[in-house]
T-cell receptor
Framework: DTGVSQDPRHKITKRGQNVTFRCDPI?????LYWYRQTLGQGPEFLTY????????KSRLLSDRFSAERPKGSFSTLEIQRTEQGDSAMYLC?????????????FGQGTRLTVV | GNSVTQMEGPVTLSEEAFLTINCTYT??????LFWYVQYPGEGLQLLLK?????DKGSNKGFEATYRKETTSFHLEKGSVQVSDSAVYFC????????????FGQGTRLTINP
């Protein structure tokens, strides 16, 4: 397995357009997380899934954002009616939930620029 | 709520210098603590972790000790190399396997030859 992969790596979109990002986690991992990172800041938690169930959503995740993990494998994050403030790096991570000794593995991220 | 405060950067050192990057946290219960590193053009990688008080995490010459009394998890390395240039993030996650990570703002480290 080559780790967590995200697609696309870069996305430039016009304000008001919808965008969708994809994350493919490490194959046996049952947890999948989305984070957002703006320039000069640490990643901020958006949402996470255990298998196909979305268990927690941050207040950062406005109603323009929706995430799915339909078969408990890959996940998509959609942003509707993008705004300039949505410009950021969107990171996906996965982990195998097994007691407390787990490690989250991160993808390289999708950099979104809204113009 | 849970939060992490890191030493502000950027930090610039000469090769073979001693490194300390300070990290303090606020959390309820007994969090796990982590240091992640982000090399240029790459994703976040776990550098080291500690899951309970007084544990020491270590990897690649880096060390950090979980200090509950001072709510700190400072990162140290005795002799840095140019290849250590990266952005370092301190993070915590909740107790009982809750793996949502709360990150500090990151510290950019540059090592000059």
């Amino acid at each position: 397995d080559t780790g967590v992969s995200q697609d696309p790596r870069h996305k430039i979109t016009k304000r008001g357009q919808n965008v969708t990002f994809r994350c493919d986690p490490i194959s046996e991992h049952n947890r999948l997380y989305w984070y957002r990172q703006t320039l000069g800041q640490g990643p901020e938690f958006l949402t996470y899934f255990q298998n196909e169930a979305q268990l927690e959503k941050s207040r950062l995740l406005s109603d323009r954002f929706s995430a799915e993990r339909p078969k408990g494998s890959f996940s998509t994050l959609e942003i509707q009616r993008t705004e300039q403030g949505d410009s950021a790096m969107y990171l996906c991570a996965s982990s195998l939930m097994r007691g407390q000794n787990t490690e989250a593995f991160f993808g390289q991220g999708t950099r979104l620029t809204v113009v | 709520g849970n939060s992490v405060t890191q030493m502000e950067g950027p930090v610039t050192l000469s090769e073979e210098a001693f490194l300390t990057i300070n990290c303090t946290y606020t959390a309820t219960g007994y969090p796990s603590l982590f240091w992640y590193v982000q090399y240029p053009g790459e994703g976040l990688q776990l550098l080291l972790k500690a899951t309970k008080a007084d544990d020491k995490g270590s990897n690649k010459g880096f060390e950090a000790t979980y200090r509950k009394e001072t709510t700190s998890f400072h990162l140290e390395k005795g002799s840095v190399q140019v290849s250590d240039s990266a952005v370092y993030f301190c993070a915590l996650s909740g107790f009982q396997g809750a793996q949502k990570l709360v990150f500090g703002q990151g510290t950019r480290l540059t090592i000059n030859p």
